[in-house]
């Protein structure tokens, strides 16, 4: 039977004696402060790492969940992205998808026009495409070590371009397709169209994202719930992979047992207090990444309102602020 994906509901009713458990992922950033290495930064974000383990493989994940496919999970799938490059006076800046207002249709003109050079040195064909996202077997550059665009996005490209792992000169095969493609998108109708309107030019493509399913090690948090929620395009691919329902927004109905990695999630928080208060959810089980650690702290109905010796005086509710800064 194919799992539940996308606006069906989770069966969030708990078996006797469970706790009814709420659990919020935060995003993480990166430890800029660590010492650098030879072998470049540490690949992938902290949260994603807790969601797909260490060696990341996001690019088949992201396949899974933005198409119907059957993905081999044996299989190395990379994810290429066309981007935008800002120039400043000594370096290259990675703008985020979100900067550059890609359409459909151009993405569709771009990968035409670089089709042929990109399956000749993949040696592979294009297994799936949508505006922000080509997938393709990595084939010859299965052992690239990459970053991804949420990873890398406006910062000095040179220490996040990929990397040589154990096999030597594949990243520069990698920069030579690269820059062809540079060329022929330099010269294309799709930046001569964006120029007028006033938009950044589609000046490079990114590789990110390298790996197969199988590699996938998701936090025991994640394996546990019973429902996925929230709008990164990694999700519904990890409810697919996990045999999980998957929600893109929190109701009142899909709490207990729920998974969600939010956009705002200091929106969400009126929400999930008054749960508590409720006792329609027993805990939030909430998950961040200072300094870049996996720290994961019980929040329970007690854990509301700020402590105080003054017993007489009605104790003020926490803020959002003071809770994930606690």
Known sequence: MPPKIRGMTANSTPTPGQLRRFTLLLSGEDVLDEPESKEGPRQGLPHERFLLGEAVPIAPVLLLGQSDRIVNPTEVIACLQPVHLHATRDHLILMGQNQIDLT???????????????????QNSILFQNQHYWFIPAGPFSSLASYSVDQAHGRNIDWWMPR?????????????LQ????????IGPVNEEREQR???????????????????????SL?????????HPL?????R???????????????????AWLEQPQLSWPQL?????NKKIDEVLLIDFPNGKVRERTLTVKDLHKKSWAFWKKSEPLTWKEITQA
Not at 164 to 176: C, F, L, Q, V
Not at 201 to 216: A, C, F, T, Y
Not at 273 to 277: E, I, Q
Request: glycine fraction near 8%; charge should be negative; charged fraction near 20%.
């Open 104 to 122: 459909a249709e151009e993405s569709a003109q771009l990968l035409n026009a670089a089709l042929p050079f990109i399956e000749e040195d993949f």
């Open 164 to 176: 040589d792992t154990h096999e030597e000169g594949i990243a520069k095969r990698w920069r030579k």
């Open 179 to 186: 820059n062809e493609i540079q060329m022929i998108w330099h």
């Open 198 to 220: 006033g938009m950044p030019s589609i000046n490079s493509l990114w590789i990110s994202g390298i790996g197969k399913l199988n590699d996938v090690k998701p936090a025991e």
């Open 223 to 231: 394996k546990e719930s019973q429902c996925l929620i929230g709008q």
């Open 235 to 239: 999700l519904p691919g990890l409810a």
């Open 241 to 259: 992979l996990l045999g999980l329902p998957y929600e893109i927004t929190l109701n009142e109905n899909n709490l207990a047992g729920a998974f």
């Open 273 to 277: 207090s008054a749960a508590l208060l």
